[in-house]
């Protein structure tokens, strides 16, 4: 089969400092029309700069210095930048990883779809506007017709990524360059986009060169997998022998760090050390220094290329003489980290540390001359929940449900329009700027875009101690007692940052290690409570590991308590005491995590864990999961369905649930869900 994309010995550096960085060194791949080819690995180790340069779109200190890039036998890196116009967004679509900083704030999204569709497609007037109409729907943009009239700022993170899409699906690409796709999405949304994915491909043969940390969407999607590593590929094979028999040591660790629920109470594991500098020259092995299977011979000598069966290759020095059996099996808990204690000591039992009850936040909707209040957008409608100290709640639910939003109006960073939100049993509603900011270091936020919620111009310990010094704290003296007395460079080793990253701004960080920033900074004033939005999504499993660890190390220690908003089900099983489930602005059932995750009740519920793709699946051969496929598109929150909010796409829908909300249904003391295919309790209204 004559390939599409052929990359061979592609050198790419980075002149950032006194000495250069490889950031590619030696990278050769081959992908085929209608393939997808999936590159794995940790962040800082070049995948990202690999499909920058596929598209000659690296940042003005980058320099290929050695290689080719051939896209249907056409050699792209001797193209003039007026011919690369025409191949970009055209021939070749790309995904970025950060969607915020990738779409224009001054532009609607209509028109940023429609400049694609004028520079590389022949449609003008009604036929093209029903284009982007038709693009925004396949990637399920409630209300395409008003959406596409906004600005990205009015998006969540879910809806920018997904605007992205549209944008890069516009052309109908040859190949579709996808850097983290599914990162800011939930799992419905995921799998449609997946689908919508692989639907394309089988219409238009398209290839995708697929950049990802999550291995469910790896074994999901891909047909071939390369890891790559400090600038190498280190191992290639096909999807089923990657994930019955991955060979080198750092994909066997790859695995051993995802969380799951048989490891619940014990740490994950976690790659030791950092990816090495890759400014510096290097002798032997580049996983050398953080393998557990090393020798002297690691260090001194560069492994080969070793076929060790059928199109499954790996650059090891265990290869050919070792069998791959050799190494431990990658689903047990970690044995490098001690049990940890579920509970934490010494917590107060008797009322929890916060209680939500029928919270509302309404946004208007101004329309006319005069601006007069058309209607409302009802963000969250009626929320109520409750965490007790040391424990974790985790939201969940589709990107624009309310669950941001929710959590900024329970950190009173957006005003309630009613309803009740007690900390510690003190009220927060209510209170002026003065009274919220005393009250502040018992509660702080990771926010979903590291990126936006920190300042360029200022180094790392600048933007760590302002937070401290705004709330009235002394840096030198943050902690009660000296056990935890602050220090900025144990803060960063802890987040998995090297001491000296504080003189560094945050433009000099990859997506991931930004995120660790974001979360430093929260606990630099050792909150009781953190509301956590998508605190491990731009994290590669290796580095979410290490956040996951430490956040259950954190818990147990001081009896820290997390909301935890997120979209990853994996990362729920493992860090949640309960779950609430959000759909358009209600929670729909609640409970503990194997409650909800093991006997879900509501049809939403249901659908949501069909949709999660799944690892573990790919060790047993013949397994197949069935997703429960949700008809229509997640209405808009300006115009709530009458009756249940999620009958227009459920499957069981009854007369009943159009005409009347739900009351609870119980199912056990913490169990609970709003259906009408169960028994209920009179409403409390």
Request: proline share 7%; net charge neutral.
């Amino acid at each position: 089969m004559t390939a599409l994309l052929e990359i061979n010995n592609l050198n790419v550096l980075l002149h950032t400092g006194r000495q250069p960085i490889h950031a590619v060194d030696g990278l050769s791949l081959v992908i085929h029309p209608g393939e997808t080819f999936a590159l794995l690995g940790e962040s800082g180790s070049g995948k990202s700069i690999t499909a920058l340069s596929v598209m000659r779109l690296l940042p003005d200190t980058g320099e290929i210095v050695h290689g080719s890039i051939r896209l249907n036998g056409d050699e792209l890196l001797t193209l003039p930048e007026s011919t690369m116009r025409h191949i970009r967004g055209n021939r070749i679509g790309m995904i970025f990883q950060e969607p915020m900083l990738s779409l224009n704030p001054v532009m609607t999204t209509g028109a940023q779809i429609e400049e694609v569709l004028l520079q590389h497609s022949g449609l003008r007037g009604t036929a093209l506007q029903t284009r982007i109409l038709e693009l925004l729907r396949q990637v399920g943009i409630p209300d395409p017709a008003q959406r596409m009239a906004e600005y990205p700022f009015q998006f969540s993170g879910g809806m920018k990524q997904r605007v992205m899409i549209a944008m890069a699906l516009a052309g109908k690409p040859e190949l579709l360059i996808a850097d983290e796709p599914t990162t800011a999405l939930d799992v419905t949304i995921q799998a449609q986009v997946l689908d919508l994915m692989r639907e394309l491909q089988q219409q238009e043969n398209m290839a995708v060169l697929l950049i990802t940390h999550d291995l469910g969407v790896v074994a999901e999607m891909a047909h071939r997998v390369a890891v790559m590593y400090a600038g190498q590929i280190i191992e290639t094979a096909d999807r089923e022998s990657f994930f019955q028999s991955a060979a080198h040591p750092y994909s066997h660790k790859l695995f051993a760090a995802l969380p799951a629920r048989n490891k619940r109470n014990h740490g994950l594991t976690v790659i030791s050390g950092n990816v090495p500098v890759l400014s510096k020259k290097f002798t032997g092995c580049r996983f050398a220094d953080r393998c557990d299977r090393a020798w002297e011979k690691c260090h001194q000598i560069t492994p080969p290329w070793v076929e060790i069966a059928p199109q499954h290759h790996v650059r090891c020095h265990l290869y050919p003489d070792h069998p791959a059996d050799a190494l431990p099996r990658t689903n047990r808990p970690s044995q490098d980290h001690p049990a940890i204690n579920p509970s934490a000591s010494g917590l107060n039992k008797t009322a929890p540390l916060l209680r939500v009850e029928q919270l509302k936040i309404h946004f208007p909707i101004y329309k006319g001359l005069l601006k007069r209040v058309a209607g409302y957008i009802k963000a969250v409608d009626g929320v109520s929940l409750q965490i007790d100290s040391g424990k974790t709640l985790a939201l969940v639910g589709e990107s624009g449900c309310g669950k941001t939003t929710a959590g900024k109006g329970i950190m009173q960073l957006i005003r309630a329009t009613s309803g009740s939100v007690r900390l510690q049993n003190e009220e927060l509603c209510g209170l002026n700027r003065k009274q919220l900011l005393q009250k502040r270091t018992a509660f702080q936020i990771i926010f979903q875009d590291p990126y936006s919620s920190l300042n360029p111009r200022m180094r790392i310990i600048d933007i760590i101690e302002e937070g401290m010094k705004a709330l009235g704290r002394n840096p030198a003296q943050i902690a009660p007692d000296e056990k935890h007395r602050f220090d900025i460079d144990i803060l960063l080793m802890q987040v998995g940052l090297p001491a000296e990253a504080k003189w560094r701004y945050p433009h000099e960080f990859s997506g991931g290690q930004r995120q660790r920033i974001a979360i430093a900074r929260a606990l630099a004033v050792n909150p009781q409570l953190l509301i956590c939005d998508e605190p491990t999504s731009a994290l590669d499993v290796s580095v979410q590991a290490q956040i996951l660890n430490l956040l259950k190390t954190l818990q147990q220690e001081r009896g820290l308590a997390y909301l935890l908003i997120t979209h990853n089900i994996a990362v729920v099983d493992y860090l949640a005491d309960e779950v609430a489930v959000m759909y358009l602005g209600k929670i729909v059932e609640s409970g503990r995590t194997e409650e909800v995750l093991d006997t879900p009740k509501h049809p939403y519920t249901q659908a949501l864990l069909s949709a999660v793709p799944g690892a573990e699946s790919m060790h047993e051969p013949g397994t197949q999961r069935e997703i429960i496929r949700l008809q229509g598109e997640p209405p808009s929150p300006a115009n709530v369905p009458q009756g249940c909010h999620f009958h227009p796409r459920c499957p069981h829908v009854m007369p009943i649930c159009r005409e009347i909300y739900p009351a609870a249904s119980r199912f056990s003391a913490s169990h609970t869900t709003y259906c009408h295919l169960y028994s209920q309790e009179p409403q409390d209204l």
